[in-house]
């Protein structure tokens, strides 16, 4: 059974985008997946997302998919939120997606922008539609042009709020004045997708965030918004700028290898990357090192 959700806080307020533990070898390592989580909900996350960028979800098959979330659910399901990525840039893809998530225990769907294709607003009306329709399941929509190459505009985001089963945004366009509009007008309960722009997506209406550096500092994460909650400003702010060195280490490259680099050095449950991604280099690693500590991360005394 899934955690106790409001409307205003369907999946939660700290998620971590969780990785992908995979063995030597390459395979998925689904013990090591279970023990991550464990982690990372013992930190102060009460979500995960699991088969999305950060889990490497282009490289994983669908089996495997499956057979993530069904063991996330079962380590930590009746203690946090347990949401899916189900998004691809084949909408009956995504479906298929969906459906499986849902037959293996997820709580909720993560469906991002259709990538590369470039559809036109229409086109994601109907492929998100078509996925919450799909199942029972609550679906937060992934706004992420960056990499998806097209935004979800704001009329949109509106028409989509619509839907019963849409309840949410992860909102990585980096537009702050946007995000207002959007909070105001759709009523979707919005997370930042965005790390060094939580404080801020907080001020304009958020209600939690999306994380990456979740696998690293979730407990001043949680801080962090427990002090916005407050109306604690000025402890919101210490700890955001305290996390400044934290919030660019973790992005230098991309951002699962570091943070599979940065699990490493923890100690934590992270294992090989599949290419196309690769490990850092013998510098990158001792920058990341410097940036985590000046964050006051702790190292493990194992670290290499």
Do not use: C
Request: a negative charge; charged letters at 20%; glycine letters at 10%.
């Amino acid at each position: 059974m899934a955690p106790t959700s409001t409307p205003q806080t369907p999946f939660g307020r700290v998620l971590t985008a969780m990785v992908t533990p995979f063995t030597a070898d390459g395979a998925i390592d689904l013990d090591g997946a279970q023990r991550l989580a464990a982690h990372l909900v013992d930190a102060g996350n009460d979500g995960l997302v699991v088969n999305g960028t950060t889990g490497e979800s282009p490289t994983t098959s669908d089996a495997e998919k499956a057979q993530l979330v069904r063991a996330v659910v079962d380590a930590v399901g009746e203690r946090a939120h347990i949401v899916a990525g189900a998004g691809t840039n084949d909408t009956r893809h995504s479906l298929e997606l969906a459906r499986a998530a849902q037959d293996a225990g997820a709580h909720g769907l993560l469906a991002v922008t259709p990538y590369y294709s470039k559809p036109p607003q229409e086109g994601l009306l109907r492929h998100f539609t078509a996925i919450a329709d799909a199942t029972d399941l609550p679906v937060m929509l992934y706004d992420i042009p960056g990499r998806s190459g097209v935004p979800i505009n704001t009329e949109t985001i509106v028409r989509l709020a619509e839907h019963p089963r849409i309840v949410a945004n992860k909102d990585a366009k980096g537009d702050l004045g946007r995000a207002s509009w959007a909070i105001a007008r759709s009523g979707l309960a919005w997370y930042s997708g965005d790390d060094m722009l939580n404080l801020p997506l907080l001020s304009v209406g958020a209600v939690g965030f999306v994380s990456v550096v979740g696998h690293v500092v979730a407990p001043e994460l949680r801080a962090l918004l427990n002090a916005h909650l407050s109306g604690d400003v000025t402890k919101a702010t210490e700890i955001h700028q305290k996390l400044l060195p934290v919030f660019t280490g973790m992005f230098r490259t991309q951002g699962v290898i570091t943070t599979k680099a940065a699990l490493a050095l923890q100690g934590l449950p992270a294992g090989s990357l599949r290419l196309p991604l690769v490990e850092l280099t013998a510098d990158e690693t001792e920058q990341l090192k410097r940036d985590l500590t000046a964050g006051g991360v702790a190292l493990s005394s194992q670290a290499p």
